[in-house]
């Protein structure tokens, strides 16, 4: 019984379970062919098509939004056909080479699918920093990826973020 007392949280399973890469985000064009497949020139409205790097169906883009510059990049963001989910994109110039797709949640926003293949200037964590500030609370999703997993041990290591569990989840604020 003391062993279960001192070691309690060994046996519960609150964080986020672990998930392999997705497929085809191996490489550099690999996730640049994720990241341009999201884009896909900006439009609205696609659909009927899959991922070529997963398979994966298209999701349905509405509501274009400029959501000015962070760090010389240009922001836009999408809404998914239910105006709930928000994507983000960060542009380098006509590039686009970050996305983002957040869900609300609770008191802020979950992450979810992330893609990252240039803008060398700065690392995910970065952007992630950036959605405590516009949200004040930021969630994991309940299933990561090894680059997902990096991305959150990178923010818990950060002394001016504050990351706990929440139950399947991490939850992350500003000090």
């Known amino acids: 019984?003391?062993?279960?007392?001192?070691?309690?949280?060994?046996?519960l399973d609150e964080e986020p379970k672990a998930i392999e890469a997705i497929p085809g985000t191996d490489t550099q064009a690999g996730r640049q062919g994720t990241i341009d497949y999201?884009?896909?020139?900006?439009?609205?409205?696609?659909?009927?098509e899959k991922d070529p790097a997963t398979g994966w169906s298209r999701f349905i883009k509405i509501n274009r939004k400029e959501g000015g510059k962070w760090k010389g990049y240009q922001v836009v963001l999408f809404n998914d056909a239910t105006g709930r989910?928000?994507?983000y994109f960060l542009l380098d110039g006509e590039t686009p080479i970050f996305y983002i797709a957040t869900q609300p949640h609770k008191d802020g926003v979950i992450t979810g699918n992330v893609r990252k293949s240039g803008g060398e200037d700065f690392?995910?964590?970065?952007?992630?920093?950036?959605?405590?500030?516009?949200?004040?609370?930021?969630?994991s999703d309940n299933m990561?990826?090894?680059?997902?997993?990096?991305?959150?041990?990178w923010l818990r290591a950060d002394e001016k973020v504050n990351v706990e569990e929440d139950g399947d989840r991490l939850r992350a604020t500003r000090q």
């Open 38 to 48: 999201f884009w896909d020139g900006g439009k609205e409205n696609l659909k009927d």
């Open 123 to 139: 690392k995910a964590t970065d952007f992630y920093k950036e959605l405590i500030e516009r949200h004040g609370v930021i969630y």
């Open 1 to 11: 019984m003391k062993s279960l007392l001192e070691n309690w949280r060994k046996y």
């Open 144 to 153: 990561q990826s090894p680059g997902g997993q990096k991305i959150w041990k």
């Open 85 to 87: 989910d928000t994507f």
